[in-house]
C-alpha cells in the first residue's frame, strides 16, 4: 500500500529488498520514512489520532467530485459536510451486502491504482473521493462505526483541514500512531472479516495484511466480485477512464524498436523458465512499446497492461486511443491491441493453460496474481488449492502458475540509449534558453520595482517553455516558492493566492520531484508575493517529444541575509560534492547520499528528502529503480546510462528554501587506474543553467568546489550561449551570470549598494 | 550459515534487515560479498566447480586432529589422506544409520557452533576435522557419491590445497558457483533427505532451506537424537569442551551491576509481552554477567547460554568453571548456575508451561528453537502441531512459544557506558606506550642494518604488550606484513617462514579485525623478512583487564616509491575523511563508508574488506551490531558510544599492503545548528600513535586533512609523552613523529639520502 510510506515503510520496503526486487522501492517517496522516525515525532503533534474539527472550514469541498480538484475547492461547504455522511453511509451498505451478503467489517481505501500509479487518473481516485483528503500519499480505513485516515507529517494539516466530520486522522509515523495493519488486528472483533479491492493492493502487501490479520484471528477478504466499494457509493459522478489518444514516441528518441525491446524481454523469460511476462506499471508500457498518452497530468502514460510471451506482445488498452497511426507502429512492431478489461481473463487462459507467467510481486494488484493462481489450480495441470489463502508469495515456492520476477523493463527503461540520451541532452539545451530567458527576465523585472505574485512566475516560466520546440507540458506542477512558501516542500502556489516575487525574496524555483508534488498537494499555506526581499525556489519541469527535464534553482532579487547565504552555500556544497563523486560499480545510490549532505551535517543542517530520483527519457519525471537517499534500504546499483537528479536542500519553516536541482546522467569515469578490473563511475551535468553567485559565502568554499563551479559556469556559456544569438539581453545575463566566480563576486562588489542593504 | 558470507550472504543479510534485526548481519564479514560479486568474479577463477589435485602436496595435515592446527600442519602427509578417506567412511556410515535408520542422502557441515561463534572453540570445528580446511568461513556437504566444500575467494588457494582427494572446491561468489541450498535442491532426486544437526544452524537459516528443498521436493531434517554426524566419525579424538575458570570482570570496568544489566532485559520482556529472553551468543552472556573466559583465543568468554526471566536469571555453563569468587559475585548478582547440558530441557519446561520465550532468530539455533515449539505443542497450552515443519518463523505468527527479540543484549553492550568507555581510553593509551616503544625499537634496529622476519616483528610487539598493566593476551593474531604479506588481508606470519622486515620494506601492522584472520587463517605464501626496503602491514591488537585494542600502522623503513606514497595517501585520507564525519542520529554505518573509499575511489582504487567493525569493551574486538561497510543491507543506526574501528586500506597483490587503522568513539557532535531537533554525532579518536608521515605526499593533502593530522600528532603527544617519562628514547621518538607534517617534511629534507634512493 502506497501509505506504506511514513508509517509502514520500513517493513514493507525491506520485503522488497530481501526479495531482491528494488524495482518498486523508489516510489516509496516518504520524506519522513527516509529520515528516521524520531524527527518526524519531533516534529509532528505528540499524539497520533487526532478527532479533527468539526468547524465549517474542514469541509471546503464540493459535494460533487469534478475533475478538478482546484475547481471543488472554492465550493459550499454546508453541503459537502452532508455529502461526506452520505458517502460514508453508501459505503458503508455495501459493505454490509458485500461478498454474497457476507459482509465486511472494515474496508480499506489506498491511494493505488491498479498499476500502482504515483499519480493515478481521476477514475481511480477512491481514496479521495470518500475521505475528501487530496495529499498525494493517506490510506483510509472506514468501519462501521469509524472513518479514518492515516498520512504522514507532509499532509497533517492539509488532512486536519479536508477531511470531514466523523473522520479521525492517524498521524503516521507518529511513534504513538499504530500501522494500519496493526490497527486492524488490534481493534476488531477476533473472527472479524476486512476487505479489500484486490486491484488496488500488491501481492506483497496483501500478504502482509493476511499474515498480520490471521495473527490476532481475523481474516483478509479480497472483494474481486463486488468490485470496489467506493465505487458504488461514488455512482454516476465518478469519472470515466481517460479516453485520449495515443502518440508513438518517435524512433529518433526512443532508439530502440519494440521488438528490440520485447526481445530483450524474452530473453529474461528463458532464465527464469516462464513463458510470459506480465508488466503493470503504466512506465513501463509506455516505454516498451514506444508510446506516450496523456491519461495523467504531466506524466505521459495511459492506462494499460502489456504482456510479452515468446510468440506474442500484446497491449491491453481501450482501443479507442489506438490511432491509425498508433495501430500501423504497433502492427509493424508486432504488437496486438486487445481491450483492457480483457487482461484478467486471458491471464487466467494463460494459466489454466499451464503457462507459467511472470510478474513483479511489488507491482502487480494481488487481483492479477490471484487469477493466475485460481486458474492454475483449476486448470487442468493443478491440484486445487485456494490461492487466496496462500500467504507465501510465489518466490518463496508457493505458486507454480507466477513466477516472481524483478521486471527486466524497469531496469532496461533506467539504462538509457544513445538516442534516449541524446534526447535528454536536447531537452536540457531547449530547457536552458526558455529558464534563462525568464531568469533575465524576472531579475530585470524586479529591478524595475515590480512585485509580482508566485503564479505568475509559474506562467512566465511555463509560457517561455512552451515556445521551445517539441514542448508538450511541464513534466510537474512548478512549485514556485517565495520566501517562507519555499520551505513548503510539495509547495503549488494557486491563483488567487500566492506570495509575489520582489528584489527581497528569495526564490527557490524547483518541480517537487520525489517530493509528492501533484496536482493534488494543496496546502493552506497564505500564497506570497516576489519582490526585491524574496528569496525565491524554483522547481520546474518540462515534457519534450525528445526528453524529460527538472531543475530547481533559488535565487535572492536583493540583498540576501548571512545566514540564508551561508545555508545557500552548504546546500551548494552538497550538490557540487554529489556532482564531482566517483564511485565503482555496485554503489547503491544511498552510498552516495552523505556526500550531498555532509557539508550540512557539519553545520548541524539537513533536509527532510531523498537527494536525487530517477527520471524517465521523455516519461514519468520520477522513475526506478535507482535513488540517491537516505531510504537505505534501496540496494539498487547506480549503473552507466542512469539518470538521477541532484537536490539537495535546506528549509526553515515560515523562513525560507532553498534546493539546488541539476539532472545528472552517469557515465564510465576516467580514473588513473581501475582496481580489480571494475568499471568506476561519474556523473556529468544534463541541466545548463547558471546557478546564483549572488548566494554564495566564497570563504566557505574550497578551491577544488569554486573549481566546480566554474567549470560548470564555463560550460554552460559554451552550451547555451549560441541558442541564444537572437535574444542580445538573454545572452549579456548568460555572460554575467556564467563568468568565474571570482569575477561576478569582484563586479557585484562593485555595484554593490550601500553595506546596510546585507542586513536585510 | 556462516558460509553464507560469500555465496548467500544476499538472501540472508536481506531477510535479517526485512525482519529489523540487525544484530547479526554485521558478522557476515566476506569481503567479497561486500563488494559486488563482480570483483570476486574477476579476481577468482572463472570456474567454481574445480576438483582438488590429489598431489601429496594436498594432503598436509596429521590424521590425528589435536588443539594445534599449527603443530598438524607438519604433519605426515599420506596418513592424512588415509584418514581423510576413513572420515568419510565413517560420516556416510552415520548418515546412513541416521534418524532411526531412514538415512540422509546429503549432510550439511557449516563452520557454526550453537552460539554462532565467529571463532569456535576446537570442541565445535567439525568442518574443519571433516573437509581438514581450516579456514574460517566454509560449508562442508556430503552426499553418498561427493563431498564438497564451499568457501569464498579468499580462500580458494588455501582450499585447494588443504582439501583431500574426494573433495570438490565449490568457488563460492563466483558467478557460476550455484548457493548450496540451491545445489541441494538441484542435485539431489526428488523425495532425497537432506540432514543438518540443528545447533549449527539458526532458525532462520533452517528456515530458507527448508522452504528451497520443499519447492522441489526434497526435506530438511534436522538430526536431533542423532547428535552431531561428524561427532560420530571424529569419535574419541574429538576434543572436550574448554573447561578453563571464569574470571570476574571488575565493576571498575563494567560500569553496571548484572542486576542493573538484567533489570535492563527484563524491561524489553514486557515490551513483547514475553516471560523470559534467552541470550545464545557468547559475548552476550560474557557481558551480561560481567564474566569473562579463555575458552577461545583472544575472544574471553566461555561457553555458556543465558536465560533471564521476569523473576530469575540463569547462566547455563560448566560448573566446574566456577571458582568460588565467581560464585560469590553470581550469587550477589542474583544469577543462579545450571549445567550447559541442561539448558534445551530447561527450554523445554518453560515452553510446556506455557512460557513465551524471546530469542533472536539470527542467532539462535534451530535446535532450541525447535525444543521450545514442540514442548509448547505438546504441552497443556498449545494444540498438537508438528513445528519441525514450520517454515514460517515466529516473527510471522507462525509460533505462540517463542517470540522473535532483536537481542536487547547486542544493542545495550554496543554502546559503552562511562566506565567501558574510561577502560578503553585506559587501554588505548597502555596500548601507545608499548606500540611507540616497539616502533621505536623496530626503526633503530633496521636502520642499525638488521633484518628481522616477521614472526620477530610480531613477538617484539606482543613482548611490549606484556609488559603493560592488565595485559591477557593479544586481541587477535597479529598480522604483520612485509611487502607481498601486506597485500594478503588474513595474513598470518608463522614460525619458520616469514618475511623479514628492513629498510626496503612497507609494514603494515594490523589484526586482521573483520577479515576472519584467526588462529586457522593460514596461508601458504612464502613469509618475508622486514628490511630498509620493506613497506610493513602490522595490525595488531590487545586484550587489557580494562579494554580491547585494534590499531594498524603500516611504514617504510628506506624510501617508499611515489606510488606507495600516493596509495598511502589516499588511504589516509579516507582516514581523515571517517574521522572528520558529522552525522545524524539514525545514520548507518554504510553511509558514512563511502568517506572513507572516496579519495581511493577518484584514482579508481579500492579495497575489498569493510571500514569499521565494532569493537567490545574488554570483549571480542569484533562485534555488532553496527558496522561501517559495504554491506548496505546493513541499516542499523548508529550510536553515542558505539566504538567503531576506521580502518580504510589498498592492497596490490605480490606488491604491498597499506592499512591505517584508528578505534574511534561515537560522541555528541557540537555542531552549530540542531536541525529538527536531532543530535548530531562525530568520532573521538581513542588509538594514540604516531601515522608515519615518510608515506604521505604532502602536496595531495586539503589544508583541513594536514591540519587534522597536525591536530591528531598533538594530541597523541599531549595524551602519551607523560607515560613516557621513564623511556627518554621513545619519548624523543616520539616528539619527533608527533611534530606538525611541515615540520616532520622538513627534517627528512635536511636528514634526506641521495635522491637515487627515492627511486626503489
Same mark, same amino acid.
Given at each position: 500500500?502506497?501509505?506504506?510510506?511514513?508509517?509502514?515503510?520500513?517493513?514493507?520496503?525491506?520485503?522488497?529488498?530481501?526479495?531482491?526486487?528494488?524495482?518498486?522501492?523508489?516510489?516509496?517517496?516518504?520524506?519522513?520514512?527516509?529520515?528516521?522516525?524520531?524527527?518526524?515525532?519531533?516534529?509532528?503533534?505528540?499524539?497520533?489520532?487526532?478527532?479533527?474539527?468539526?468547524?465549517?472550514?474542514?469541509?471546503?469541498?464540493?459535494?460533487?467530485?469534478?475533475?478538478?480538484?482546484?475547481?471543488?475547492?472554492?465550493?459550499?461547504?454546508?453541503?459537502?459536510?452532508?455529502?461526506?455522511?452520505?458517502?460514508?453511509?453508501?459505503?458503508?451498505?455495501?459493505?454490509?451486502?458485500?461478498?454474497?451478503?457476507?459482509?465486511?467489517?472494515?474496508?480499506?481505501?489506498?491511494?493505488?491504482?491498479?498499476?500502482?500509479?504515483?499519480?493515478?487518473?481521476?477514475?481511480?481516485?477512491?481514496?479521495?473521493?470518500?475521505?475528501?483528503?487530496?495529499?498525494?500519499?493517506?490510506?483510509?480505513?472506514?468501519?462501521?462505526?469509524?472513518?479514518?485516515?492515516?498520512?504522514?507529517?507532509?499532509?497533517?494539516?492539509?488532512?486536519?483541514?479536508?477531511?470531514?466530520?466523523?473522520?479521525?486522522?492517524?498521524?503516521?509515523?507518529?511513534?504513538?500512531?499504530?500501522?494500519?495493519?496493526?490497527?486492524?488486528?488490534?481493534?476488531?472483533?477476533?473472527?472479524?472479516?476486512?476487505?479489500?479491492?484486490?486491484?488496488?493492493?500488491?501481492?506483497?502487501?496483501?500478504?502482509?495484511?493476511?499474515?498480520?490479520?490471521?495473527?490476532?484471528?481475523?481474516?483478509?477478504?479480497?472483494?474481486?466480485?463486488?468490485?470496489?466499494?467506493?465505487?458504488?457509493?461514488?455512482?454516476?459522478?465518478?469519472?470515466?477512464?481517460?479516453?485520449?489518444?495515443?502518440?508513438?514516441?518517435?524512433?529518433?528518441?526512443?532508439?530502440?524498436?519494440?521488438?528490440?525491446?520485447?526481445?530483450?524481454?524474452?530473453?529474461?523469460?528463458?532464465?527464469?523458465?516462464?513463458?510470459?511476462?506480465?508488466?503493470?506499471?503504466?512506465?513501463?508500457?509506455?516505454?516498451?512499446?514506444?508510446?506516450?498518452?496523456?491519461?495523467?497530468?504531466?506524466?505521459?502514460?495511459?492506462?494499460?497492461?502489456?504482456?510479452?510471451?515468446?510468440?506474442?506482445?500484446?497491449?491491453?488498452?481501450?482501443?479507442?486511443? !489506438?490511432? =491509425? $497511426?498508433? #495501430?500501423?507502429?504497433? +502492427? &509493424?512492431?508486432?504488437?496486438? /491491441?486487445? *481491450?483492457?478489461?480483457?487482461?484478467? %481473463?486471458?491471464?487466467?487462459?494463460?494459466?489454466?493453460?499451464?503457462?507459467?507467467?511472470?510478474?513483479?510481486?511489488?507491482?502487480?494488484?494481488?487481483?492479477?496474481?490471484?487469477?493466475?493462481?485460481?486458474?492454475?489450480?483449476?486448470?487442468?495441470?493443478?491440484?486445487?488449492?485456494?490461492?487466496?489463502?496462500? !500467504?507465501? =508469495? $510465489?518466490? #518463496?515456492?508457493?505458486? +507454480? &502458475?507466477?513466477?516472481?520476477? /524483478?521486471? *527486466?523493463?524497469?531496469?532496461?527503461? %533506467?539504462?538509457?540509449?544513445?538516442?534516449?540520451?541524446?534526447?535528454?541532452?536536447?531537452?536540457?539545451?531547449?530547457?536552458?534558453?526558455?529558464?534563462?530567458?525568464?531568469?533575465?527576465?524576472?531579475?530585470?523585472?524586479?529591478?524595475?520595482?515590480?512585485?509580482?505574485?508566485?503564479?505568475?512566475?509559474?506562467?512566465?516560466?511555463?509560457?517561455?517553455?512552451?515556445?521551445?520546440?517539441?514542448?508538450?507540458?511541464?513534466?510537474? *506542477?512548478?512549485?514556485?516558492?517565495?520566501?517562507?512558501?519555499?520551505?513548503?516542500?510539495?509547495?503549488?502556489?494557486?491563483?488567487?493566492?500566492?506570495?509575489?516575487?520582489?528584489?527581497?525574496?528569495?526564490?527557490?524555483?524547483?518541480?517537487?520531484?520525489?517530493?509528492?508534488?501533484?496536482?493534488?498537494?494543496?496546502?493552506?499555506?497564505?500564497?506570497?508575493?516576489?519582490?526585491?526581499?524574496?528569496?525565491?525556489?524554483?522547481?520546474?519541469?518540462?515534457?519534450?517529444?525528445?526528453?524529460?527535464?527538472?531543475?530547481?534553482?533559488?535565487?535572492?532579487?536583493?540583498?540576501?541575509?548571512?545566514?540564508?547565504?551561508?545555508?545557500?552555500?552548504?546546500?551548494?556544497?552538497?550538490?557540487?560534492?554529489?556532482?564531482?563523486?566517483?564511485?565503482?560499480?555496485?554503489?547503491?545510490?544511498?552510498?552516495?547520499?552523505?556526500?550531498?549532505?555532509?557539508?550540512?551535517?557539519?553545520?548541524?543542517?539537513?533536509?527532510?528528502?531523498?537527494?536525487?530520483?530517477?527520471?524517465?527519457?521523455?516519461?514519468?519525471?520520477?522513475?526506478?529503480?535507482?535513488?540517491?537517499?537516505?531510504?537505505?534500504?534501496?540496494?539498487?546499483?547506480?549503473?552507466?546510462?542512469?539518470?538521477?537528479?541532484?537536490?539537495?536542500?535546506?528549509?526553515?519553516?515560515?523562513?525560507?528554501?532553498?534546493?539546488?536541482?541539476?539532472?545528472?546522467?552517469?557515465?564510465?569515469?576516467?580514473?588513473?587506474?581501475?582496481?580489480?578490473?571494475?568499471?568506476?563511475?561519474?556523473?556529468?551535468?544534463?541541466?545548463?543553467?547558471?546557478?546564483?553567485?549572488?548566494?554564495?559565502?566564497?570563504?566557505?568554499?574550497?578551491?577544488?568546489?569554486?573549481?566546480?563551479?566554474?567549470?560548470?559556469?564555463?560550460?554552460?556559456?559554451?552550451?547555451?550561449?549560441?541558442?541564444?544569438?537572437?535574444?542580445?539581453?538573454?545572452?549579456?545575463?548568460?555572460?554575467?551570470?556564467?563568468?568565474?566566480?571570482?569575477?561576478?563576486?569582484?563586479?557585484?562588489?562593485?555595484?554593490?549598494?550601500?553595506?546596510?542593504?546585507?542586513?536585510?
Amino acid at each position: 500500500m502506497r501509505s506504506s510510506v511514513a508509517f509502514g515503510v520500513s517493513s514493507r520496503a525491506r520485503t522488497l529488498a530481501q526479495t531482491g526486487r528494488p524495482a518498486a522501492v523508489w516510489r516509496l517517496a516518504g520524506s519522513l520514512a527516509s529520515f528516521g522516525l524520531k524527527d518526524a515525532r519531533q516534529t509532528a503533534s505528540s499524539s497520533c489520532q487526532e478527532q479533527t474539527r468539526s468547524s465549517s472550514s474542514t469541509a471546503s469541498h464540493s459535494a460533487r467530485r469534478t475533475l478538478s480538484i482546484r475547481a471543488a475547492m472554492a465550493s459550499n461547504g454546508a453541503a459537502a459536510a452532508a455529502a461526506a455522511d452520505l458517502r460514508l453511509v453508501k459505503l458503508r451498505a455495501a459493505m454490509a451486502a458485500a461478498d454474497g451478503g457476507q459482509g465486511v467489517a472494515a474496508y480499506i481505501v489506498p491511494t493505488e491504482d491498479p498499476h500502482m500509479s504515483e499519480y493515478p487518473p481521476d477514475h481511480f481516485k477512491r481514496r479521495e473521493y470518500i475521505s475528501s483528503f487530496t495529499g498525494s500519499a493517506g490510506t483510509a480505513v472506514i468501519t462501521a462505526e469509524q472513518a479514518l485516515l492515516w498520512t504522514d507529517g507532509r499532509y497533517f494539516l492539509q488532512a486536519e483541514t479536508e477531511l470531514g466530520p466523523g473522520w479521525t486522522l492517524m498521524r503516521g509515523g507518529t511513534g504513538s500512531c499504530p500501522e494500519i495493519n496493526d490497527w486492524l488486528a488490534d481493534s476488531l472483533p477476533e473472527g472479524s472479516r476486512v476487505g479489500f479491492d484486490p486491484f488496488c493492493h500488491t501481492v506483497e502487501a496483501v500478504n502482509k495484511l493476511k499474515s498480520k490479520l490471521q495473527e490476532k484471528g481475523l481474516e483478509a477478504v479480497p472483494l474481486l466480485a463486488d468490485g470496489n466499494l467506493v465505487d458504488q457509493a461514488w455512482g454516476a459522478d465518478r469519472p470515466g477512464l481517460p479516453t485520449a489518444p495515443l502518440r508513438v514516441h518517435a524512433a529518433e528518441w526512443a532508439g530502440a524498436s519494440i521488438q528490440q525491446k520485447v526481445d530483450e524481454v524474452r530473453q529474461k523469460l528463458a532464465g527464469v523458465k516462464a513463458d510470459c511476462f506480465l508488466a503493470t506499471t503504466l512506465d513501463e508500457v509506455a516505454w516498451l512499446y514506444n508510446l506516450r498518452g496523456s491519461d495523467v497530468p504531466y506524466n505521459p502514460v495511459f492506462v494499460s497492461y502489456a504482456l510479452v510471451s515468446l510468440t506474442d506482445a500484446v497491449l491491453y488498452t481501450n482501443p479507442e486511443k !489506438v490511432t =491509425p $497511426a498508433v #495501430a500501423e507502429h504497433l +502492427k &509493424a512492431g508486432g504488437v496486438v /491491441v486487445r *481491450p483492457y478489461e480483457q487482461l484478467v %481473463a486471458d491471464v487466467k487462459a494463460k494459466a489454466s493453460a499451464k503457462a507459467r507467467i511472470a510478474m513483479d510481486m511489488s507491482n502487480v494488484s494481488y487481483a492479477v496474481f490471484q487469477a493466475a493462481e485460481e486458474a492454475a489450480a483449476a486448470g487442468p495441470r493443478g491440484r486445487k488449492r485456494n490461492a487466496a489463502d496462500a !500467504v507465501v =508469495p $510465489a518466490a #518463496a515456492g508457493g505458486s +507454480k &502458475a507466477v513466477v516472481d520476477l /524483478v521486471s *527486466p523493463i524497469v531496469a532496461a527503461k %533506467a539504462i538509457k540509449n544513445g538516442a534516449e540520451l541524446e534526447g535528454m541532452r536536447q531537452a536540457h539545451l531547449r530547457d536552458a534558453v526558455a529558464i534563462c530567458d525568464f531568469l533575465q527576465w524576472l531579475e530585470a523585472k524586479i529591478a524595475s520595482g515590480a512585485t509580482l505574485t508566485e503564479v505568475e512566475v509559474d506562467l512566465e516560466l511555463t509560457g517561455r517553455r512552451k515556445q521551445q520546440q517539441g514542448f508538450i507540458e511541464p513534466s510537474f *506542477p512548478t512549485i514556485a516558492g517565495a520566501n517562507g512558501n519555499g520551505a513548503i516542500i510539495h509547495y503549488r502556489a494557486q491563483e488567487g493566492s500566492c506570495k509575489t516575487v520582489d528584489a527581497k525574496t528569495l526564490l527557490l524555483i524547483d518541480s517537487g520531484s520525489q517530493y509528492d508534488c501533484g496536482t493534488t498537494d494543496i496546502t493552506r499555506t497564505p500564497h506570497l508575493t516576489v519582490d526585491a526581499k524574496t528569496l525565491l525556489l524554483i522547481d520546474s519541469g518540462g515534457q519534450y517529444d525528445c526528453g524529460t527535464t527538472d531543475i530547481t534553482r533559488t535565487m535572492h532579487f536583493g540583498s540576501p541575509s548571512e545566514h540564508q547565504r551561508r545555508c545557500y552555500t552548504r546546500v551548494l556544497q552538497g550538490h557540487i560534492a554529489l556532482s564531482q563523486a566517483v564511485f565503482p560499480e555496485g554503489t547503491p545510490g544511498t552510498a552516495i547520499d552523505t556526500l550531498a549532505r555532509l557539508p550540512l551535517w557539519r553545520d548541524g543542517l539537513n533536509y527532510r528528502h531523498g537527494t536525487g530520483h530517477g527520471v524517465g527519457a521523455a516519461l514519468n519525471v520520477h522513475e526506478g529503480p535507482q535513488s540517491i537517499s537516505t531510504r537505505y534500504w534501496i540496494t539498487t546499483p547506480l549503473q552507466v546510462g542512469m539518470i538521477c537528479s541532484n537536490e539537495p536542500g535546506y528549509y526553515e519553516d515560515g523562513g525560507f528554501g532553498i534546493r539546488v536541482e541539476n539532472l545528472l546522467v552517469i557515465k564510465e569515469a576516467d580514473t588513473e587506474f581501475r582496481f580489480g578490473g571494475a568499471t568506476f563511475m561519474a556523473f556529468e551535468d544534463l541541466t545548463l543553467v547558471p546557478i546564483q553567485t549572488k548566494m554564495i559565502s566564497a570563504e566557505l568554499l574550497t578551491a577544488s568546489e569554486e573549481q566546480w563551479l566554474d567549470g560548470y559556469h564555463k560550460l554552460v556559456w559554451e552550451r547555451v550561449s549560441p541558442l541564444l544569438a537572437d535574444k542580445p539581453d538573454v545572452l549579456a545575463w548568460l555572460k554575467r551570470n556564467t563568468a568565474p566566480l571570482k569575477e561576478q563576486l569582484a563586479a557585484a562588489g562593485a555595484a554593490a549598494p550601500a553595506p546596510a542593504m546585507a542586513a536585510v
